[in-house]
Nanobody, 123 residues
């Protein structure tokens, strides 16, 4: 089992940037695909980005492609989500999750979830 802690959220103005971190402990971090999902008030949880264990395979939702980048430091057991050109539509609770399926956009493929970190973008 792996435990995940998401952090780095906060309040930012439109056009600004944030870096989210997903720190893992427990089972071997390098074995896991890490995904980021988000859930805005009144909306369903949606896929944001994912990265393979090696870091070579990444995927992004259309809504964030070109604005967000994902990378990982396996020595630090941490995955980062770099978010740029933020808009009010990016306001949500962001969750990181661990799974085994490369490039999966389905939350059902991620067995372990962090507690979420709030991102609020003011216009």
């Amino acid at each position: 089992q792996v435990q995940l802690v998401a952090s780095g959220g906060g309040l930012v103005q439109a056009g600004g940037s944030l870096r989210l971190s997903c720190s893992a402990s427990g089972h071997t971090f390098i074995n896991y695909v890490i995904g980021w999902f988000r859930q805005a008030p009144g909306k369903e949880r949606e896929f944001v980005s994912t990265i393979s264990w090696s870091g070579y395979d990444t995927d992004y939702s259309d809504s964030v492609k070109g604005r967000f980048t994902i990378d990982r430091d396996n020595d630090k057991n941490t995955v980062y989500l770099h978010m740029y050109s933020l808009s009010s539509e990016d306001t949500a609770v962001y969750y990181c999750a661990a799974g085994q399926t490369v490039n999966s956009r389905w939350s059902e493929d991620y067995a372990y979830w962090g507690q979420g970190t709030q991102v609020t973008v003011s216009s």
